[in-house]
């Protein structure tokens, strides 16, 4: 059986190709291998216009294919089920196609490949030199092959080939109006939404002289025709070189577009795994997210559009580096932490010398570990400015076999080129003109995008506020840093949430920064310089973190994070949420301007929460109780990305290797919450709970007494009572009902829970079964019965008790014990009593005792009704 196939998402050339191509195998049957474009799939529900007989995929038996071939493709990745028949014996392999060679193209016995602009037009040519007739219908669907793919003829990409095509299938009775009927769809009102939201999501940068469009949009949903708004924005925006990044579901479509010679957009999209033409070209990608994807293709386009030849286009920073202090042993493990294989060594900031892996093992080897670095490390080197050119880094490297150049500029070390990466670049450049150093402008790729929010903080934010952080950035501007606030505070602020918690991060020396702020002033410092963080405490106790920008890394999943100091945008990529990536610069002149690096006023915007990597939940399995708990307080949405990758986490109980301190830190925060009970049924909808602990499934029953709970601390809280109760400890009692006594104390330590804490669950799964027993099981239950069985108790466990009562006597008699005991007090005290005679001793505790049972039942009320019943019931004799 001969089989005429094309690639998955097939448009109109793959079927004006196919159409083709049966004329050239009458015998052939036509298969899609997968989905359609939009416009192709309306098309073919009235194909039978055209004599289009298309067979189902799950039609076709794959076992009796004798020959496949394949038009407008020959990557195996994209042909769906049919890559099973590739290198099959027996399966003859045709190939009629248009795009550029790949190393990973499939090979056929017959291989008709041309540069043109349309697919369609290789196998008209060969119709035509056969002299094979052509119906007006068939030319028609030719030749919507030709015009998709040409944009009507007027594409760069567009060959004289394609007009003579085109010129012979408007002599076969081609009818234009239809073409142009079927390529001229109208949007739907999605499509034109998400238009809109491309265009607002569009911003150019500047790369090496080059300028790049990136378009960024979301959906939930899959959107068709992607590729049709992405032109449609192309000719709107007059764009040369256009990315449109659209995250759909739990993936994100690329569609690539270019204009320019330096930017090959079918290269740029390989990268992704996709593929196209050098103008262009779409790729999907899963598992990750959308800043991810654009974060990548401003890398890409880096290495792909050639820098201008200058070592600080060559170097890479920061600096990797070892001090004239350190062993052969420390360097050596500096080299294997970071793979490197050179690196240069430090006397304080200047460079002083140079050394090799090979060097490192030797002294090794040779038992020379514990030596220092100085005694071997290579001191003849030279070093180079970051404007000087290649010229001069080749001969450092080449001429004088230097490994590495220490790129110096006003006396400090910015950069190291290394002869690998000399080396790669030789790669990248060979055979291309370089632009001149008039064209090249820096590159605005890492800026992000921003506005001024200073009016909004002088509204929003308390005037003491507001000035501490003015003065922190003039103390940073005074130090030559730069200094932000960020994170929660500033999220808050554009939401106009209160929140006076402001965490300031500066680039240079976090310390240094609060010390000197200290001096100007009133608070005082308390530094941690291990992570380079300081505290400012205020007199009245309010305080401001300052920490130094840093990067974190773990060294396996759920570990405490390892920090090193790095930039701002590092520093915010290391957090957990996109809302929370926010910053504001403080340094006068810049005040005020809100730095959004991953898209947070986006998705602040949208209520949809997201994660910033694929790997966040696994370094750190806490961010999924923190993720569920500000879905429900702000009201947001986790994001489907961010869904499949809490469930995967689940799924590989990371949580539960979470240091348990650290769980209840998480736990305690939600039961805080306004509505904690739909964060843990949340938590339980993705199976959370036994990561927990086993017990805590959070089923129907336990999740029916934590709203129990909820409801008993609405009633105590209309009570109006002086008293108040830590609401969260109730609910973290009911929370751990399903856990015996032991399982339960054990726990609560292993959570490493206050000393109060650890007796309010020895108290509520010890004593508060037998108090329940002693209630129910007592013949006659007077008021003092129930105040003396109560009141040893916490109130916390008296409610975590009445919730979790089904019987209803309990309730009412906790009821009781709350509206008219708990508070009742004799009037009289022990002196009372001392004056009227009666010696200190076991006496008062009778005495009072029987005064506090008569009060509960009304019939003494005050103190002089007291005095007269202890004279007349207790005689002193």
Same mark, same amino acid.
């Given at each position: 059986?001969?089989? $005429?196939?094309?690639?998955?998402?097939?448009?109109?050339?793959?079927?004006?190709?196919?159409?083709?191509?049966?004329?050239?195998?009458?015998?052939?049957?036509?298969?899609?291998?997968?989905?359609?474009?939009?416009?192709?799939?309306?098309?073919?529900?009235?194909?039978?216009?055209?004599?289009?007989?298309?067979?189902?995929?799950?039609?076709?038996?794959?076992?009796?294919?004798? %020959?496949?071939?394949?038009?407008?493709?020959?990557?195996?990745?994209?042909?769906?089920?049919?890559?099973?028949?590739?290198?099959?014996?027996?399966?003859?392999?045709?190939?009629?196609?248009?795009?550029?060679?790949?190393?990973?193209?499939?090979?056929?016995?017959?291989?008709?490949?041309?540069?043109?602009?349309?697919?369609?037009?290789?196998?008209?040519?060969?119709?035509?030199?056969?002299?094979?007739?052509? *119906?007006?219908?068939?030319?028609?669907?030719?030749?919507?092959?030709?015009?998709?793919?040409?944009?009507?003829?007027?594409?760069?990409?567009?060959?004289?080939?394609?007009?003579?095509?085109?010129?012979?299938?408007?002599?076969?009775?081609?009818?234009?109006?239809?073409?142009?009927?079927?390529?001229?769809?109208?949007?739907?009102?999605?499509?034109?939404?998400?238009?809109?939201?491309?265009?607002?999501?569009?911003?150019?940068?500047?790369?090496?002289?080059?300028?790049?469009?990136?378009?960024?949009?979301?959906?939930?949903?899959?959107?068709?025709?992607?590729?049709?708004?992405?032109?449609?924005?192309?000719?709107?925006?007059?764009?040369?070189?256009?990315?449109?990044?659209?995250?759909?579901?739990?993936?994100?479509?690329?569609?690539? #577009?270019?204009?320019?010679?330096?930017?090959?957009?079918?290269?740029?999209? %390989?990268?992704?795994?996709?593929?196209?033409?050098?103008?262009?070209?779409?790729?999907?990608?899963?598992?990750?997210?959308?800043?991810?994807?654009?974060?990548?293709?401003?890398?890409?386009?880096?290495?792909?559009?050639?820098?201008?030849?200058?070592?600080?286009?060559?170097?890479?920073?920061?600096?990797?580096?070892?001090?004239?202090?350190?062993?052969?042993?420390?360097?050596?493990?500096?080299?294997? #932490?970071?793979?490197?294989?050179?690196?240069?060594?430090?006397?304080?900031?200047?460079?002083?010398?140079?050394?090799?892996?090979?060097?490192?093992?030797?002294?090794?080897?040779?038992?020379?570990?514990?030596?220092?670095?100085?005694?071997?490390?290579?001191?003849?080197?030279? *070093?180079?400015?970051?404007?000087?050119?290649?010229? #001069?880094?080749?001969?450092?490297?080449?001429?004088?076999?230097?490994?590495? $150049?220490?790129?110096?500029?006003?006396?400090?070390?910015?950069? $190291?080129?290394?002869?690998?990466?000399?080396?790669?670049?030789?790669?990248?450049?060979?055979?291309?003109?370089?632009?001149?150093?008039?064209?090249?402008?820096?590159?605005?790729?890492?800026?992000?995008?921003?506005?001024?929010?200073?009016?909004?903080?002088?509204?929003?934010?308390?005037?003491?506020?507001?000035?501490?952080?003015?003065?922190?950035?003039?103390?940073?501007?005074?130090?030559?840093?730069?200094?932000?606030?960020?994170?929660?505070?500033?999220?808050?602020?554009?939401?106009?949430?209160?929140?006076?918690?402001?965490?300031?991060?500066?680039?240079?020396?976090?310390?240094?920064?609060?010390?000197?702020?200290?001096?100007?002033?009133?608070?005082?410092?308390?530094?941690?310089?291990?992570?380079?963080?300081?505290?400012?405490?205020?007199?009245?106790?309010?305080?401001?973190?300052?920490?130094?920008?840093?990067?974190?890394?773990?060294?396996?999943?759920?570990?405490?994070?390892?920090?090193?100091?790095?930039?701002?945008?590092?520093?915010?990529?290391?957090?957990?949420?996109?809302?929370?990536?926010?910053?504001?610069?403080?340094?006068?002149?810049?005040?005020?301007?809100? $730095?959004?690096?991953?898209?947070?006023?986006?998705?602040?915007?949208?209520?949809?929460?997201?994660?910033?990597?694929?790997?966040?939940?696994?370094?750190?399995?806490?961010?999924i109780l923190r993720a569920m708990r500000f879905e429900r307080r702000f009201g947001f949405a986790i994001g489907r990305h961010t869904q499949n990758l809490i469930r995967?986490?689940?799924?590989?109980?990371?949580?539960?290797?979470?240091?348990?301190?650290?769980?209840?830190?998480?736990?305690?925060?939600?039961?805080?919450?306004?509505e904690p009970v739909g964060i843990l049924k949340r938590l339980a909808s993705f199976g959370i709970g036994p990561s927990i602990h086993p017990k805590i499934t959070l089923?129907?029953?336990?999740?029916?007494?934590?709203?129990?709970?909820?409801?008993?601390?609405?009633?105590?809280?209309?009570?109006?009572?002086?008293?108040?109760?830590?609401?969260?400890?109730?609910?973290?009692?009911?929370?751990?009902?399903?856990?015996?006594?032991?399982?339960?104390?054990?726990?609560?330590?292993?959570?490493?829970?206050?000393?109060?804490?650890?007796?309010?669950?020895?108290?509520?799964?010890?004593?508060?079964?037998?108090?329940?027993?002693?209630?129910?099981?007592?013949?006659?239950?007077?008021?003092?019965?129930?105040?003396?069985?109560?009141?040893?108790?916490?109130?916390?466990?008296?409610?975590?008790?009445?919730?979790?009562?089904?019987?209803?006597?309990?309730?009412?008699?906790?009821?009781?014990?709350?509206?008219?005991?708990?508070?009742?007090?004799?009037?009289? *005290?022990?002196?009372?009593?001392?004056?009227?005679?009666?010696?200190?001793?076991?006496?008062?505790?009778?005495?009072?005792?029987?005064?506090?049972?008569?009060?509960?039942?009304?019939?003494? #009320? *005050?103190?002089?009704?007291?005095?007269?019943?202890?004279?007349?019931?207790?005689?002193?004799?």
């Amino acid at each position: 059986m001969d089989v $005429i196939t094309t690639h998955i998402n097939a448009d109109f050339d793959t079927i004006g190709s196919m159409l083709a191509a049966r004329k050239l195998y009458p015998n052939a049957v036509l298969v899609l291998p997968g989905s359609k474009e939009e416009t192709v799939k309306g098309f073919l529900l009235q194909s039978a216009l055209y004599a289009l007989e298309m067979k189902k995929l799950r039609e076709i038996d794959l076992s009796k294919v004798t %020959r496949l071939i394949l038009v407008d493709i020959r990557n195996s990745s994209r042909i769906g089920p049919f890559r099973a028949l590739i290198g099959k014996p027996g399966v003859d392999v045709h190939v009629y196609d248009h795009h550029p060679e790949e190393d990973a193209d499939i090979r056929g016995s017959v291989e008709v490949i041309k540069n043109v602009g349309s697919t369609t037009t290789i196998l008209v040519e060969i119709l035509k030199e056969r002299q094979i007739p052509i *119906t007006s219908d068939e030319a028609t669907v030719m030749m919507l092959g030709i015009y998709e793919d040409t944009g009507s003829l007027s594409f760069p990409s567009t060959t004289v080939e394609d007009y003579l095509a085109a010129a012979h299938l408007k002599s076969c009775g081609a009818n234009l109006g239809s073409v142009a009927d079927i390529l001229a769809k109208d949007f739907t009102a999605e499509q034109i939404s998400l238009l809109y939201d491309l265009i607002q999501g569009s911003k150019a940068y500047t790369i090496h002289g080059v300028e790049v469009v990136i378009a960024e949009a979301r959906r939930e949903q899959y959107v068709g025709d992607l590729a049709v708004l992405v032109h449609k924005l192309r000719d709107m925006e007059a764009v040369s070189v256009l990315f449109a990044v659209c995250q759909m579901g739990d993936r994100v479509v690329l569609v690539a #577009r270019s204009r320019k010679p330096e930017v090959d957009a079918g290269a740029l999209m %390989r990268e992704f795994g996709g593929g196209g033409h050098h103008y262009a070209a779409s790729a999907t990608v899963k598992n990750a997210t959308i800043f991810q994807v654009r974060e990548r293709i401003l890398h890409t386009l880096a290495e792909k559009i050639i820098p201008r030849r200058t070592a600080a286009d060559l170097m890479a920073s920061p600096v990797r580096h070892g001090l004239v202090e350190n062993t052969m042993t420390d360097i050596h493990y500096l080299l294997t #932490r970071y793979n490197i294989n050179v690196v240069p060594i430090f006397r304080k900031e200047e460079p002083v010398g140079i050394i090799t892996r090979q060097i490192v093992e030797k002294a090794l080897f040779h038992g020379l570990g514990s030596e220092s670095v100085e005694e071997y490390m290579n001191t003849d080197f030279d *070093t180079i400015g970051p404007q000087e050119g290649i010229e #001069r880094v080749q001969e450092i490297i080449i001429g004088k076999n230097q490994r590495l $150049i220490p790129v110096v500029s006003d006396g400090k070390v910015t950069g $190291i080129i290394t002869r690998t990466g000399f080396l790669r670049f030789l790669h990248d450049v060979r055979d291309v003109v370089q632009p001149g150093p008039e064209d090249d402008i820096p590159a605005e790729g890492l800026l992000a995008r921003k506005k001024l929010i200073h009016n909004l903080m002088q509204e929003l934010l308390p005037v003491r506020v507001f000035d501490l952080l003015a003065g922190a950035g003039e103390v940073a501007e005074r130090l030559g840093m730069k200094a932000y606030v960020v994170g929660g505070f500033v999220r808050d602020l554009v939401m106009r949430h209160h929140n006076t918690d402001a965490d300031i991060v500066v680039e240079g020396d976090g310390i240094a920064f609060a010390e000197a702020f200290s001096q100007e002033y009133p608070c005082r410092v308390r530094p941690h310089h291990k992570f380079g963080t300081a505290v400012l405490v205020f007199p009245d106790g309010y305080k401001v973190d300052v920490a130094t920008a840093r990067v974190e890394y773990y060294r396996e999943p759920a570990a405490l994070p390892t920090v090193e100091y790095s930039s701002l945008k590092l520093d915010l990529y290391r957090r957990d949420f996109t809302i929370n990536t926010l910053a504001v610069r403080l340094n006068p002149g810049v005040f005020g301007e809100l $730095i959004d690096f991953f898209g947070a006023q986006r998705d602040i915007k949208e209520r949809v929460l997201r994660i910033l990597h694929s790997l966040s939940f696994v370094e750190d399995p806490s961010r999924i109780l923190r993720a569920m708990r500000f879905e429900r307080r702000f009201g947001f949405a986790i994001g489907r990305h961010t869904q499949n990758l809490i469930r995967n986490t689940v799924r590989l109980d990371l949580i539960e290797r979470l240091p348990k301190p650290r769980l209840f830190s998480e736990l305690e925060l939600i039961l805080k919450e306004e509505e904690p009970v739909g964060i843990l049924k949340r938590l339980a909808s993705f199976g959370i709970g036994p990561s927990i602990h086993p017990k805590i499934t959070l089923d129907k029953a336990q999740i029916a007494l934590l709203e129990e709970t909820s409801e008993i601390l609405v009633w105590f809280s209309l009570l109006f009572l002086e008293e108040k109760v830590e609401r969260w400890a109730v609910l973290f009692l009911s929370l751990l009902n399903p856990l015996s006594p032991e399982e339960a104390k054990k726990f609560a330590a292993v959570l490493g829970v206050g000393r109060w804490l650890r007796g309010w669950v020895r108290y509520a799964k010890d004593d508060a079964t037998d108090i329940t027993h002693r209630l129910l099981s007592a013949r006659v239950v007077s008021r003092k019965f129930v105040y003396d069985c109560l009141s040893p108790l916490p109130n916390e466990v008296i409610l975590y008790l009445m919730a979790k009562a089904k019987n209803n006597d309990i309730k009412r008699y906790i009821s009781l014990y709350f509206t008219q005991l708990k508070y009742v007090r004799p009037i009289s *005290t022990g002196r009372d009593l001392q004056a009227l005679g009666y010696p200190p001793g076991p006496l008062y505790k009778e005495i009072l005792d029987e005064i506090l049972e008569r009060k509960f039942v009304g019939e003494l #009320r *005050t103190k002089a009704d007291e005095t007269s019943f202890v004279l007349s019931h207790f005689p002193k004799s």
